[in-house]
């Protein structure tokens, strides 16, 4: 199974963005899973988890304007985030965790100033 993450791009302080993580097979089998990020000259950092029936945990610095869901007909994880700020640009991964952690590739996500 593959995960593959989009949605990234250029957006205004204040603006949205929604990333998805799209399975190649089924994302019943991952539990849970999570969206990090990683700025640059930073350690990746977890932004927020779901598990497999919907609990939900941020980080501090995205409660509020994150939220994460996965639908589970359609294979694909989501990260919603609103008011963006120029601290939330970062790389954005996706992962999943079955017997292992799988990656998807990171999705660029900056927000001007």
């Known amino acids: 199974v593959q995960l593959q993450a989009s949605g990234g791009g250029l957006v205004q302080t204040g603006g949205s963005l929604r990333l998805s993580c799209a399975a190649s097979?089924?994302?019943?089998?991952?539990?849970?899973m999570a969206w990090y990020r990683q700025a640059p000259g930073k350690q990746r950092e977890l932004v927020a988890t779901?598990?497999?029936?919907?609990?939900?945990n941020y980080a501090d610095s995205v409660k509020g304007r994150f939220t994460i869901s996965r639908d589970s007909a359609k294979n694909t994880m989501y990260l919603q985030m609103n008011n963006l700020k120029p601290e939330d640009t970062a790389v954005y991964y996706c992962?999943?965790?079955?017997?292992?952690?799988?990656w998807g590739q990171g999705t660029q996500v900056t927000v001007s100033s």
């Open positions: 097979g089924s994302i019943y089998i991952f539990n849970p």
């Open positions: 992962n999943g965790l079955y017997l292992r952690p799988y």
């Open positions: 779901i598990t497999s029936v919907g609990s939900t």
